[in-house]
């Protein structure tokens, strides 16, 4: 009898639901059931072939796209992983409030659409355009406003008109499954997953900053506890690392453990792992898997350890990007638990 993987579910409806990260070792694409689901509300309700994507607002063109049309535009496709904010949310000390997120609020496809500059370009931007916000077709109430939301973000205009930021309408080879957005959905490659709107439907440009619920109160770094002073909008990826195996608090037999794991960044791309098996003392570096020339998509990387000593240790992975940052030993405490990015601990029994 085959035996498979599962996710793991945080709440139902919403669907929210992890990934079985650990058990997804060496792929690079993950198969869809096993592709971590993070919904703000119910399902939408759409009907497919009256289903148009709007833009309009500060542009000189309004227009509408179906998605049969947008098929014909010349298109791009990349390998990205998509990582929730609140990703590893669970490590946060002191504890915070928000899904407990463990390391699976993430995963990899191949996503392909069509630039979104292309669109804009069509639609022709007028000069006092600052932001472009995407609003999706779910909606429904918060718990800390009155009042219907739909789920909305923005983007700054520099973002939106990026080469690789896409309307995607396929995913690993298919059309976008319906709980990942179909029949259309943004892809912001190097941001945190929330900037990714599911079930597009319409873009809107404006000309000064998108004040919805899941642009001005969540996804916001707050550092503080009882104040909003120095609040910073959450965008770009961290340096980040997992390990998928050993697992945390497993037990070997003394002999040969190839430790494994995948390392990601927002912003450019992975440089360099380091292992440490005495949590800390000594580093040493762990072979990455190459890179080929997906250019957001994360690294495999491996260490083969000698573990024939008896007894308790602490596995450490490090990772550091290109553009010169490396996980922390702590990771930024803030009040809703975005970008957990610490260096990554394993604790092990050999006997
Ligand atoms: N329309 C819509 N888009 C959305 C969301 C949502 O609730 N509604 N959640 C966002 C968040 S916070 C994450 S982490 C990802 C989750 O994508 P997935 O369910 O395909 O894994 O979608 C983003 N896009
Ligand atoms: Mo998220």
């Known amino acids: 009898m085959e035996i498979h993987p599962y996710l793991t579910t945080k709440t139902l409806v919403p669907e929210n639901q992890e990934s079985p990260i650990h058990f997804l070792r060496s792929q690079k694409i993950f198969p869809l059931p096993y592709f971590y689901r993070r919904n703000h509300f119910s399902y939408p309700f759409l009907l497919p072939n009256l289903y148009y994507l ?9 227009s509408y796209f179906h998605l049969e049309q947008l098929k014909l535009m010349p298109s791009k496709s990349f390998v990205i992983p998509l990582e929730c904010a ?6 946060f000390i002191p504890k915070v409030f928000g899904e407990q997120w463990k390391g699976g609020a993430m995963s990899q496809a191949e996503w392909k659409g069509v630039p979104l500059k292309d669109i804009l370009s069509k639609a022709c931007l007028q000069k006092d355009a600052k932001e472009v916000v995407f609003i999706g077709a779910d909606c429904g109430r918060r718990t800390d406003t009155v009042g219907v939301f739909y789920y909305a973000r923005s983007l700054p205009i520099a973002k939106a008109l990026h080469p690789d930021t896409m309307i995607a309408y396929e995913c690993n080879g298919q059309p976008i499954p319906f709980k990942h957005g179909y029949p259309l959905r943004l892809i912001v490659p190097g941001w945190y997953a929330m900037a990714s709107v599911k079930w597009l439907q319409q873009i809107i440009v404006i000309d000064q900053p998108f ?10 770094y707050y550092p503080h506890k009882n104040s909003d002073a120095n609040k910073k909008p959450v965008t770009t990826i961290n340096v980040n690392s ?12 003394t002999g040969t453990i190839v430790i494994e794991g995948i390392a990601w960044t927002g912003n450019g791309v992975i440089t360099q792992v380091e292992i440490s098996v005495d949590n800390g003392e000594t580093w040493k570096e762990a072979t990455l898997a190459s890179q080929h020339d997906e ?4 690294t495999q990387w491996s260490f083969v350890w000698e573990a024939y000593e008896k007894g308790e240790y602490i ?6 990007d290109s553009s010169g ?24 029994k050999i006997e």
């Open 211 to 220: 004040t919805g619920p899941f642009q001005a109160v969540d996804y916001i």
């Open 325 to 348: 940052r490396t996980q922390p030993f702590a990771a930024m405490w803030n009040r809703k638990g975005y970008g957990y990015n610490a260096v990554q601990k394993v604790h092990v």
């Open 242 to 253: 997992l390990i998928q195996f050993p697992l945390d608090f497993s037990i070997h037999d």
């Open 54 to 62: 709007t833009i309009y607002g500060l542009v000189h063109h309004p």
């Open 315 to 320: 596995i450490l992975a490090k990772a550091t």
């Open 86 to 91: 609140g990703n590893q949310r669970d490590k």
């Open 295 to 298: 250019p957001y998509a994360w």
